[in-house]
């Protein structure tokens, strides 16, 4: 780096995507500016530790493909792991609709860019305009120097001559060394969590007259209690270890007043701290993996905690815009040494 004080951000390639590095003496993050504006490292430098997810094929599949010409339809396509920005993750509007075969185009496109200097701080803003939904984005990274924290200052705007109905979601997930057995998830102060698959099964068995129009009160659990789907309950403030007959876990989260979350590892002397819009992102969905192929927990601010945009509507729980209206948000992520206090309180094993 230039001056030991000063942030900076530079212009790199990974996998042949173009991407921009903002670093200072604690934090490094590398943006794909080529893919969808992905957070693809976020590595903790006293530790040399990158703290986001990394599958096995990670951006290989994406070597040499031309996402301006080929774009992906979902976010998910060649999943690679680090953090998406999932706008929409569903969406109606004029008679049209992003469904799940086609969620999250602002993650399969390159987005425009310039690096700006701000003082001592590294600034990095994005713009992009999708093809299908009628939104335009303007998104800005900025790592200020001497600060172990990465801001995200993000405006949605409906670019349409009509009204769009959406959910937005972020998909951060992390992976080791921060996820180990000796990690703790920190949730939102108040969590209630919707427990999905039952609702949906509900509605699968009762039609609209049961499970879509019922009160949603019978789907609340407590975060440490979780049914699975399989049989069983989870604990979502523990991180269990890797097994060959892992499995794993969503669990939308709402109900709290702040929007904060974290993850702690005593054993790595290490916490990360994730805070939020809450008015934007009234819900966190959290997911968790531990089998052979994956290992993480993504922790994801979301406009709903449905995935169907009928439900969304349904109980009011997803984005209207109108024409030329625009919404804003922000997100940060702080990472720091673990000095045991972030959030609730560990939970006793049994």
């Known amino acids: 780096m230039s001056c030991a004080n000063a942030a900076e951000a530079v212009k790199v390639e990974v996998e042949g995507i173009e991407a921009v590095r ?14 969808g504006t992905d957070v693809w490292e ?31 339809t979902h976010y998910a396509e060649a999943y690679p792991g680090g953090w998406q920005d999932i706008v929409p993750n569903r969406a109606r509007f004029g008679g049209r609709e992003v469904d799940r075969q086609r969620e999250g185009e602002s993650a399969g496109i390159p987005w425009e860019y310039e690096i700006r200097s701000e003082g001592a701080d590294a600034t990095l803003v994005c ?3 999708l093809p299908f939904a009628p939104l335009a984005i303007e998104k800005t990274f900025r790592l200020a120097a001497g600060e172990p924290e990465l801001v995200v200052t993000e405006e949605v705007t409906n670019v349409g001559g009509e ?36 609702y949906e099964e509900e509605k699968l068995e009762g039609g609209e007259s049961r499970g879509a129009l019922e009160a949603l009160e019978k789907f609340e659990e407590e975060p440490g209690e979780v049914r699975l789907a399989g049989g069983g309950r989870k604990d979502l403030r523990k991180v269990e270890p890797p097994s060959p007959n892992g499995g794993d876990c969503y669990a939308p989260l709402f109900g709290f007043r702040e929007g904060e979350a974290g993850i702690r590892n005593p054993a790595l002397g290490l916490q990360l701290k994730l805070s939020w819009d809450r008015e934007t992102f ?51 992520v702080r990472v720091e040494p673990d000095l045991g206090n972030i959030g609730e ?6």
Do not use: M, Q
């Open 345 to 350: 309180a560990a939970p006793r094993e049994a």
């Open 127 to 129: 713009r992009a305009s």
């Open 42 to 72: 976020l590595t903790y430098k006293p530790l040399a530790a990158d703290l986001l997810l990394k599958t096995k094929s990670g951006l290989a599949p994406l070597r040499g493909r031309d996402l301006r010409t080929d774009r992906l």
């Open 22 to 35: 903002l670093e200072n003496e604690w934090l490094r993050a590398v943006v794909l500016v080529g893919k």
């Open 163 to 198: 009204d769009i109905l959406f959910i937005w979601t972020h998909h951060p997930a992390f992976a080791s060394p921060l996820v180990g057995e000796s990690a703790r998830v920190i949730l939102p102060e108040g969590s209630k969590v919707f427990n999905v698959w039952r």
């Open 282 to 332: 009234p819900c966190l969905r959290y997911w968790s993996r531990n089998d052979e192929d994956l290992y993480t927990v993504a922790l994801e601010p979301s406009t709903s905690r449905f995935s169907d945009i009928d439900d969304a509507i349904r109980r009011g729980d997803c984005l209207r815009l109108g024409p030329g209206e625009r919404r804003p948000a922000w997100i940060r």
